[in-house]
C-alpha cells in the first residue's frame, strides 16, 4: 500500500534500548531524525506509546503525516496489527497499529524490526541484486530475517527469522525471552558487556578506567573503542561473539543455502573485527564447507538506519 501524497513518511525503529524516527524518501534517505530511550520491559505499555507518538511527531516537525512504518523489537502478527510477544519490551498481543492509527490520524503500517531492516538492505542495501538473503541485526540481542526472491518471508503466523532465541546451549545463560541457551546470550551487544565484565576479571583492560572503576558502566562502544586501542579484554571479548556469530550461523546457513548473509544491528559497527572471527568460525562449522560455495558474510550498508529505512518501505511499497 502507498502513502498518500501531500506529506512525509516517517519510519521508526523501536528497540530494546532506543526509539528512533525519521523522515524517509523513496530513495532510503533519512533527515530530521528524533530519538528517545526505550522506557524498558517494566514499565506499562502506554509509556512505550507514548515515546513512539513524541518521536514520530518530533521528527515530522509540524508536516502532515502521509503515513507512518514500525519497526518492533518483537513478534509482529502475520496481519502486522499486533506485537504479540517482545523480550525487550512489555508488549504481550498489544494492537500497536490501531493504538497509533488512533493517535497520528493516518496510516500505520508495523513490521518485525529485523524483517524492515532486511526490506531496507534489499531495496537500499547491502542485499540488493541479491535473491535470497539471510539477514542477522545484532543489537541488545539478536533478530534476523530471510529473503527470498527480494520478498522478505514472514511465515504462518508473521514470526519467521527469530534466529536469536534458538537453544545453541542447553540449560546455558538466562535469556529474557524466559528460557536458557538462545543464541543471543552468546553473540549480542549484551553478550559482549558480559564477557568483558568477566575477563577484566583475569587481566588490566582500559575499560576499568572507561568505566571509572564500576563494570555495570561497561557498554557495547565503550568494547568497541577499547577494542581499537589494542585492549587485549575487549579484543578476546569480540573475538568470542564473532565466533558464536559464526557457528549460530553456519547452522542458517545450512539450513537455507543463501547467496549472502548481511550482518547488522548496532554490533556490526565493529567491522572485521566482529566480522573476520565470525567468517573463520561460519567456514569450520559448516556443513560440507569444501563442497559448495559459501555466502559471504557482509556489513550491512545502511548502519542503524536501516530498521527505520524499511518500516518506511511498509508504506512506500
Known sequence: ??????????????GGTKVLAGVVDRAGRVSSTARRTTPGRRVVTSQVEDALVEAILESADGRRLAGVGVAAAGFVDVRGERVMFAPHLPWQGEPLRDLLQDRLGCQVLLDNDANCAARAEAHHGAARGARSALMITMGT???????IDGHVL????????????MQVVPDG?????GRRGC????????????????????QPSVLEEMSGGNPDRIT???????????????????????????????????????????IGGGVSAA????????????QRTLVGAAHRVVPDMVAAQLGPAAGMIGAALLVQL
Open 220 to 262: 557495547g562502544p565503550m568494547v568497541t573503542s577499547a577494542a581499537e586501542q589494542g585492549d587485549l579484554v575487549a579484543r578476546r571479548a569480540f573475538a568470542s561473539v564473532g565466533d558464536w556469530l559464526g557457528v549460530g550461523t553456519a547452522n542458517l546457513v545450512a539450513a537455507l543455502d543463501p547467496e549472502v548473509v548481511v
Open 154 to 165: 514472514r511465515g504462518a503466523n508473521g514470526m519467521a527469522g527469530e534466529f536469536g532465541h
Open 183 to 202: 543464541w543471543e546470550q552468546y553473540s549480542s551487544g549484551n553478550a559482549l558487556v558480559r564477557n568483558s565484565r568477566a575477563l577484566m576479571v583475569e
Open 141 to 147: 540481542g539478536i533478530g534476523g530475517a530471510v529473503l
Open 173 to 177: 545463560q538466562a535469556c529474557e525471552c
Open 1 to 14: 500500500m502507498s502513502a498518500g501524497t501531500g506529506g512525509v513518511v516517517v519510519g521508526v525503529d523501536i
Open 271 to 282: 567491522g572485521d573485527r566482529l566480522l573476520d572471527p565470525a567468517r573463520t568460525a561460519m
